[in-house]
């Protein structure tokens, strides 16, 4: 379960972004919407743990999160959020297996290789295992970061712009992808965008409106 309470985030030169509250229950799915500026992707780096907000709280499985210290912080983050960047960033130099382990290693989890396995055969990875990341396509690209923010089974996984540089067929995959996987492991899915494609996929929304 994921509850935001008053939430907003300062930035650096002055300007402060207030964030309507909302609950989401544990296993749900929530598509953020608006346009450019208007804050999306700070309020995923908001739960994704990486920024602090100003005021209000962060709640997660009942827990005010944010009145964690840095060093619980991360490793709650490590253990139980999954990340889905719009750009994908990866360690050039390793293989697809190599990227997908590393984010195990970060959280301190064993790696179960039977699951990574099955997963990278469930998103249609097993062939690209070996690759280097800099020789895969966009929607390569894509499925590794999918398989990389689940490799930990997350409680949360997030999704910035998942959608925004494809085509209709690959962005219906993507999501369906996110979907499934989401509810395969009971995961809460949210995926922030400016993509008006994905608001007849989703029933649980929310647009931020500029300030």
């Known amino acids: 379960m994921i509850q935001i309470k008053n939430l907003s985030y300062q930035f650096a030169k ?7 509250d909302f609950v989401l229950e544990k296993g749900g799915h929530m598509l953020i919407l608006g346009k450019s500026g208007v804050g999306k992707t700070t309020l995923l780096h908001l739960l994704a743990l990486i ?3 100003n005021t ?3 709640f997660i499985n009942s827990d005010e999160i944010n009145k964690l210290s840095e060093r619980t912080l991360a490793k709650f983050r490590a253990k139980n ?7 994908p960033h990866f360690v050039a130099a390793l293989s697809v297996y190599e990227n997908i382990q590393l984010a195990s290693y970060l959280s301190d989890n064993q790696l179960n290789i039977k699951y990574l396995n ?5 998103l249609g990875l097993t062939n690209l295992l070996n ?3 800099s020789r895969l396509s966009l929607g390569e690209q894509q499925r590794v970061s999918i398989a990389r923010a689940l490799i930990n089974n997350p409680a949360i996984i997030l999704a910035d712009e998942p959608t925004s540089n494809l085509d209709d067929e690959n962005c219906r995959n993507v999501v369906e992808l996110l979907q499934k996987q989401s509810n395969k492991i009971g995961a809460c899915l949210i995926i922030v965008t400016h993509d008006q494609r994905l608001k007849s996929v989703f029933e649980n929304q929310i647009t931020l409106l500029s300030s």
């Open 14 to 20: 002055g300007k402060t972004i207030a964030f309507p």
């Open 51 to 53: 920024l602090k907000p």
């Open 56 to 58: 209000g709280s962060l």
């Open 81 to 87: 959020i999954g990340t889905v960047y719009q750009k």
């Open 118 to 122: 099955d997963l990278a055969d469930s």
């Open 131 to 133: 690759k280097k990341v």
